[in-house]
C-alpha cells in the first residue's frame, strides 16, 4: 500500500452524465420543428430544472462594491429591455406557432442561421453550455 488516496471516479461520472443528458436534450430539440410544443418543452423543463437547482446552492458572500452595483445594474437593464422587447415581439405575432417576420424574437432572427440540422444540434448545445455555465457560477 502506498499513502496516496485512491481517486475517485465519482466527479467523472457526472461529468459524463452530465454531458450525455446535454446531448440528448440538443439531439431532441434539434429534431423538433421550430415553434412547436415539443420544442417549448424541450426549452422549459431544463430551464426549471436547472434553476431549481441553482437555487439550492448557497451562493459566497461577495463584498459590495460600487463597481459591482454598476454591473448588476447594467446586465439588469439590459436583461430587461432584451426581455420586454422579446415578450413584446411574441405578444404581437399573429399566430404563436408561427414566426412573423413583422415582429421577429430573437428566435426567428436565428432561424435562417439554424435551419440545418447540424447547427441546430451545435445551437442546443451551445444555449445549454451557456445556460448550464451561468447558473453554475
Given at each position: 500500500?502506498?499513502?496516496?488516496?485512491?481517486?475517485?471516479?465519482?466527479?467523472?461520472?457526472?461529468?459524463?452524465?452530465?454531458?450525455?443528458?446535454?446531448?440528448?436534450?440538443?439531439?431532441?430539440?434539434?429534431?423538433?420543428?421550430?415553434?412547436?410544443?415539443?420544442?417549448?418543452?424541450?426549452?422549459?423543463?431544463?430551464?426549471?430544472?436547472?434553476?431549481?437547482?441553482?437555487?439550492?446552492?448557497?451562493?459566497?458572500?461577495?463584498?459590495?462594491?460600487?463597481?459591482?452595483?454598476?454591473?448588476?445594474?447594467?446586465?439588469?437593464?439590459?436583461?430587461?429591455?432584451?426581455?420586454?422587447?422579446?415578450?413584446?415581439?411574441?405578444?404581437?405575432?399573429?399566430?404563436?406557432?408561427?414566426?412573423?417576420?413583422?415582429?421577429?424574437?430573437?428566435?426567428?432572427?436565428?432561424?435562417?442561421?439554424?435551419?440545418?440540422?447540424?447547427?441546430?444540434?451545435?445551437?442546443?448545445?451551445?444555449?445549454?453550455?451557456?445556460?448550464?455555465?451561468?447558473v453554475s457560477r
Amino acid at each position: 500500500m502506498t499513502g496516496k488516496p485512491a481517486l475517485s471516479m465519482r466527479p467523472f461520472r457526472r461529468w459524463w452524465m452530465l454531458l450525455a443528458v446535454g446531448a440528448v436534450l440538443a439531439a431532441g430539440g434539434a429534431a423538433t420543428r421550430p415553434f412547436s410544443w415539443p420544442a417549448t418543452v424541450l426549452v422549459v423543463v431544463p430551464g426549471v430544472v436547472v434553476s431549481l437547482l441553482a437555487f439550492r446552492v448557497r451562493p459566497e458572500r461577495i463584498s459590495r462594491t460600487a463597481r459591482l452595483r454598476r454591473g448588476v445594474a447594467v446586465w439588469s437593464t439590459l436583461l430587461v429591455i432584451a426581455s420586454a422587447w422579446e415578450m413584446y415581439a411574441f405578444v404581437r405575432q399573429p399566430d404563436w406557432t408561427r414566426a412573423s417576420d413583422l415582429h421577429p424574437t430573437l428566435s426567428t432572427l436565428l432561424d435562417p442561421a439554424l435551419e440545418q440540422w447540424p447547427l441546430r444540434f451545435a445551437g442546443w448545445l451551445v444555449w445549454l453550455g451557456v445556460g448550464w455555465w451561468l447558473v453554475s457560477r
